[in-house]
């Protein structure tokens, strides 16, 4: 394949020269004479877990940088990573050392303060384990306890670090071989225990919870989320009744409920509170016979974090079968509830509507939606159930049903954050509807998404139906008043997906967003403060910590991810991607290089014949097997390549070397054979390459980057 090294050869210079890392010395001392500092200032403020502290709150206690500093902030080093695979993590601030987990595991420790690189740790991720993960290879984090920090992989691994040196202590499998597992979730610590779930349910498999001693690595307990076959015997008690609200033979497709993201600990009363996701598959005729709850999918369960036993739940959206995971972050307050002094969790889930519940007993204390929401009329307070619409359940209705929210829900895993000054939870929301319809004839698939839901494929190449879609997806920064049920302040937004929330007791909320600034509102009144032009879109939540009297804002860049791809790769395909940890002070002297803007040609493919039927049968291939990753219409996510674009979709001979021999598989792009035969690769190039001429025909014949 002669033609193939031309591109790889790039590859691996862009590769290489993207770990340059940038520093820039800042010796200047703070400018805070005037602002509200606390007495003792030297002392270090740690970012030590996934949400800041226990509670989640994604509360920084650091006021140094204010409204009145805030002109002042500046960055004062970066560093640059391989743009590939979208940034989510929340980075760690412990002991004067940042803990960065980016794209395909690979952890970094620098001098928080420097930036100096202290070590960098790649668990070699098996790249074809991307087959079966839904969103690319994306981490939101690692935990620290007991001087090691966790990490779990994509591949379903569970690796301790010695903190100091970035040396493998253990290494535990998580997830049966061949499972169709992947993990992007961040580990969490207490007890002496570390706790991971996984990801899968839209590739058909039994979700659960893992704890594992933090000396050893041994398996400590594990909670299923769902029953398994009846057959054998139930893993715990609760299983069992889980069972009574399941039908058919919802075991063969493994039923779903991973505890794919959040996980919130309670030391004062042990418990360990799991986030658990959708089922699987979404057409309840199909998984359930539909009918039940089917426990516990789409619910917050409270367990014994010593002995993984089961003490409560409460289900968020009873027998989903809208993707409505209930794995957002869950924050911990005491909210004065009707004159009650009452211990919340407070959630706000895919399905639209903002949750306080007393986390001692599960006990709903109040709900109403946050955004637009049409499958439900809202949650019943006596039952605690939602009142479904008629149109909700689409699977009923030949033509499907379009609902908000979508799939991607109105909420997804971009952390929320709470403030109790001000007493506002700040939700980054998604505004878009969602295409549901069944598909026809379902079968369960050994590769690729298997939920039953029709995977569209709008034809976005035409500039006209992209702008109606880009009105569709819009986003919105909301403060929340969670004891009112009722919007505060909002921030309008382009596009959905923007980034996860930090706020501070500086009075700030800080926010990245898709059009690639880092921005910071006015905690009270959402008044626009300040804001960076970082270049690139920004998913992932900021984080804030204080080392010698000095408060610091980091944050990755870096756009990829389920949301990532809709919203960062197809409305905002002008953006260049760029994966970078972001690192601010009051008067930092840090700058960054200017962004490096690549015009592309759309390669002329007129004269190719392209038969329609075999295009027909390549699009409803693509949309099974690539549009996942490669985006819709193949215009890629900012991540993978536009198909469009690539002078390998032009060559019959080059598109069947990389989609079934696997010539790129070391890039993450593992071989399709023998699942998909040498006559079907080509109807897909068929339709990669209608795709390209509908784009010559709409005048869109150049983009930026990939
Ligand atoms: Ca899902």
Same mark, same amino acid.
């Given at each position: 394949?002669?033609?193939?090294?031309?591109?790889?050869?790039?590859?691996?210079?862009?590769?290489?020269?993207?770990?340059?890392?940038?520093?820039?010395?800042?010796?200047?001392?703070?400018?805070?004479?005037?602002?509200?500092?606390?007495?003792?200032?030297?002392?270090?403020?740690?970012?030590?877990?996934?949400?800041?502290?226990?509670?989640?709150?994604?509360?920084?206690?650091?006021?140094?940088?204010?409204?009145?500093?805030?002109?002042?902030?500046?960055?004062?080093?970066?560093?640059?990573?391989?743009?590939?695979?979208?940034?989510?993590?929340?980075?760690?601030?412990?002991?004067?050392?940042?803990?960065?987990?980016?794209?395909?595991?690979?952890?970094?420790?620098?001098?928080?303060?420097?930036?100096?690189?202290?070590?960098?740790?790649?668990?070699?991720?098996?790249?074809?384990?991307?087959?079966?993960?839904?969103?690319?290879?994306?981490?939101?984090?690692?935990?620290?306890?007991?001087?090691?920090?966790?990490?779990?992989?994509?591949?379903?691994?569970?690796?301790?670090?010695?903190?100091?040196?970035?040396?493998?202590?253990?290494?535990?499998?998580?997830?049966?071989?061949?499972?169709?597992?992947?993990?992007?979730?961040?580990?969490?610590?207490?007890?002496?225990?570390?706790?991971?779930?996984?990801?899968?349910?839209?590739?058909?498999?039994?979700?659960?919870?893992?704890?594992?001693?933090?000396?050893?690595?041994?398996?400590?307990?594990?909670?299923?989320?769902?029953?398994?076959?009846?057959?054998?015997?139930?893993?715990?008690?609760?299983?069992?009744?889980?069972?009574?609200?399941?039908?058919?033979?919802?075991?063969?497709?493994?039923?779903?409920?991973?505890?794919?993201?959040?996980?919130?600990?309670?030391?004062?009363?042990?418990?360990?509170?799991?986030?658990?996701?959708?089922?699987?598959?979404?057409?309840?005729?199909?998984?359930?016979?539909?009918?039940?709850?089917?426990?516990?999918?789409?619910?917050?369960?409270?367990?014994?974090?010593?002995?993984?036993?089961?003490?409560?739940?409460?289900?968020?959206?009873?027998?989903?079968?809208?993707?409505?995971?209930?794995?957002?972050?869950?924050?911990?307050?005491?909210?004065?509830?009707?004159?009650?002094?009452?211990?919340?969790?407070?959630?706000?889930?895919?399905?639209?509507?903002?949750?306080?519940?007393?986390?001692?007993?599960?006990?709903?204390?109040?709900?109403?939606?946050?955004?637009?929401?049409?499958?439900?009329?809202?949650?019943?307070?006596?039952?605690?159930?939602?009142?479904?619409?008629?149109?909700?359940?689409?699977?009923?209705?030949?033509?499907?049903?379009?609902?908000?929210?979508?799939?991607?829900?109105?909420?997804?895993?971009?952390?929320?954050?709470?403030?109790?000054?001000?007493?506002?939870?700040?939700?980054?929301?998604?505004?878009?509807?969602?295409?549901?319809?069944?598909?026809?004839?379902?079968?369960?698939?050994?590769?690729?998404?298997?939920?039953?839901?029709?995977?569209?494929?709008?034809?976005?190449?035409?500039?006209?139906?992209?702008?109606?879609?880009?009105?569709?997806?819009?986003?919105?920064?909301?403060?929340?008043?969670?004891?009112?049920?009722?919007?505060?302040?909002?921030?309008?937004?382009?596009? =959905? !997906?923007? %980034? $996860?929330? #930090?706020?501070?007791?500086? +009075?700030? *909320?800080?926010?990245? @967003?898709?059009?690639?600034?880092?921005?910071?509102?006015?905690?009270?009144?959402?008044?626009?403060?300040?804001?960076?032009?970082?270049?690139?879109?920004?998913?992932?939540?900021?984080?804030?910590?204080?080392?010698?009297?000095?408060?610091?804002?980091?944050?990755? =860049? !870096?756009? %990829? $991810?389920? #949301?990532?791809?809709?919203? +960062?790769? *197809?409305?905002?395909? @002008?953006?260049?991607?760029?994966?970078?940890?972001?690192?601010?002070?009051?008067?930092?002297?840090?700058?960054?290089?200017?962004?490096?803007?690549?015009?592309?040609?759309?390669?002329?493919?007129?004269?190719?014949?392209?038969?329609?039927?075999?295009?027909?049968?390549?699009?409803?291939?693509?949309?099974?097997?690539?549009?996942?990753?490669?985006?819709?219409?193949?215009?890629?996510?900012?991540?993978?390549?536009?198909?469009?674009?690539?002078?390998?979709?032009?060559?019959?001979?080059?598109?069947?070397?990389?989609?079934?021999?696997?010539?790129?598989?070391?890039?993450?792009?593992?071989?399709?054979?023998?699942?998909?035969?040498?006559?079907?690769?080509?109807?897909?190039?068929?339709?990669?390459?209608?795709?390209?001429?509908?784009?010559?025909?709409?005048?869109?014949?150049?983009?930026?980057?990939?």
């Amino acid at each position: 394949m002669p033609f193939l090294r031309p591109l790889i050869l790039v590859l691996l210079v862009s590769f290489t020269s993207n770990f340059a890392v940038a520093q820039a010395s800042d010796n200047n001392a703070p400018t805070n004479a005037q602002t509200k500092t606390p007495v003792n200032e030297s002392t270090e403020i740690e970012w030590r877990y996934h949400g800041g502290t226990y509670e989640d709150q994604r509360y920084s206690t650091l006021g140094q940088i204010n409204a009145r500093t805030i002109k002042d902030l500046k960055l004062t080093w970066f560093a640059d990573y391989p743009a590939y695979g979208g940034q989510q993590a929340t980075p760690l601030m412990v002991n004067r050392t940042l803990y960065v987990a980016t794209a395909w595991n690979i952890v970094y420790a620098y001098d928080a303060a420097s930036g100096k690189e202290l070590w960098r740790f790649d668990p070699a991720v098996r790249r074809a384990v991307l087959i079966d993960a839904c969103c690319g290879p994306v981490t939101r984090g690692v935990a620290y306890a007991d001087g090691k920090i966790f990490t779990a992989t994509l591949d379903g691994r569970l690796i301790a670090l010695d903190a100091a040196s970035g040396k493998q202590l253990w290494s535990a499998e998580t997830v049966p071989e061949g499972g169709r597992y992947t993990i992007t979730g961040a580990p969490r610590v207490a007890n002496g225990m570390v706790f991971i779930g996984n990801g899968g349910a839209e590739f058909g498999v039994r979700g659960y919870v893992s704890a594992y001693n933090i000396e050893t690595g041994a398996l400590a307990w594990r909670f299923y989320t769902v029953p398994g076959d009846p057959a054998k015997p139930f893993e715990n008690p609760i299983l069992q009744e889980a069972a009574k609200t399941w039908h058919g033979e919802w075991w063969k497709y493994g039923g779903g409920g991973t505890v794919w993201d959040s996980m919130s600990y309670d030391p004062e009363l042990n418990l360990l509170y799991i986030g658990v996701g959708n089922s699987t598959p979404y057409d309840p005729t199909i998984r359930t016979a539909g009918m039940g709850d089917n426990w516990f999918v789409s619910s917050i369960v409270a367990l014994n974090a010593d002995t993984g036993a089961y003490v409560w739940h409460y289900q968020t959206t009873p027998g989903d079968s809208w993707d409505y995971t209930a794995t957002q972050n869950m924050i911990f307050a005491d909210l004065d509830i009707r004159g009650e002094q009452r211990k919340v969790i407070m959630q706000a889930p895919k399905n639209g509507f903002f949750y306080v519940l007393d986390r001692q007993t599960g006990e709903l204390l109040s709900a109403n939606n946050f955004s637009k929401v049409t499958w439900a009329t809202g949650i019943d307070k006596e039952t605690g159930r939602p009142v479904l619409t008629g149109e909700a359940k689409w699977w009923l209705n030949p033509e499907g049903s379009v609902l908000f929210p979508s799939t991607g829900g109105a909420h997804n895993w971009h952390p929320m954050a709470f403030n109790p000054d001000s007493g506002y939870v700040y939700i980054p929301v998604n505004i878009y509807s969602g295409n549901f319809r069944a598909v026809e004839d379902y079968q369960y698939r050994s590769v690729g998404r298997t939920t039953g839901l029709l995977a569209g494929s709008p034809p976005l190449a035409d500039p006209k139906v992209r702008s109606v879609a880009s009105e569709r997806l819009q986003g919105r920064l909301l403060a929340w008043d969670p004891i009112k049920q009722q919007p505060a302040w909002s921030v309008e937004q382009a596009n =959905s !997906g923007n %980034g $996860g929330v #930090l706020t501070t007791a500086g +009075g700030l *909320v800080f926010q990245g @967003d898709t059009q690639g600034y880092l921005n910071a509102f006015g905690a009270d009144d959402g008044s626009p403060l300040w804001r960076f032009n970082a270049h690139s879109v920004i998913i992932a939540p900021p984080i804030s910590y204080r080392i010698d009297g000095q408060q610091y804002i980091a944050v990755l =860049s !870096g756009k %990829g $991810g389920s #949301l990532g791809r809709i919203a +960062g790769g *197809v409305i905002n395909e @002008d953006m260049t991607n760029i994966s970078r940890l972001l690192v601010f002070k009051l008067n930092g002297k840090g700058t960054l290089p200017e962004p490096v803007r690549l015009e592309v040609a759309l390669p002329n493919w007129e004269d190719t014949k392209v038969d329609p039927q075999r295009s027909k049968r390549g699009a409803g291939l693509y949309a099974h097997y690539c549009m996942t990753c490669h985006g819709v219409s193949a215009q890629g996510n900012g991540i993978t390549p536009d198909l469009r674009y690539s002078p390998l979709s032009g060559i019959t001979d080059a598109f069947k070397a990389v989609v079934l021999d696997g010539v790129m598989a070391s890039t993450g792009m593992a071989s399709f054979s023998p699942v998909l035969t040498p006559a079907q690769t080509e109807d897909i190039r068929l339709y990669v390459v209608q795709q390209n001429q509908l784009a010559r025909k709409a005048g869109d014949v150049s983009r930026v980057g990939r």
